[in-house]
């Protein structure tokens, strides 16, 4: 059986300088990058469908539910 990866969504609370990259309230899936955490930021999939590594101070990280997260992965497939 394939183990899960977990996968982490962040809702964005600034988009200062960012206001076509970023929406303020919005989740956004968090990319795992230990080089950009180190740098104090987060990578995520923005609103141009690509990964970019944003200050980290301008997201929240949340929890969601299995289901809503099926749901999140499949609206980013789309």
Do not use: Q, W
Request: with cysteine.
């Amino acid at each position: 059986m394939k183990k899960r990866v977990p996968v982490h969504f962040v809702v964005c609370l600034d988009n200062d300088g960012y206001p076509a990259s970023l929406e303020v309230g919005k989740l956004y899936r968090l990319i795992p990058d230990v080089e950009a955490e180190a740098e104090g930021l987060l990578r995520v999939i923005d609103e141009s469908g690509e990964d970019y590594a944003f200050e980290a101070k301008r997201f929240y990280e949340i929890t969601v539910p299995p289901v809503v997260e099926e749901v999140l992965l499949a609206a980013n497939r789309s």
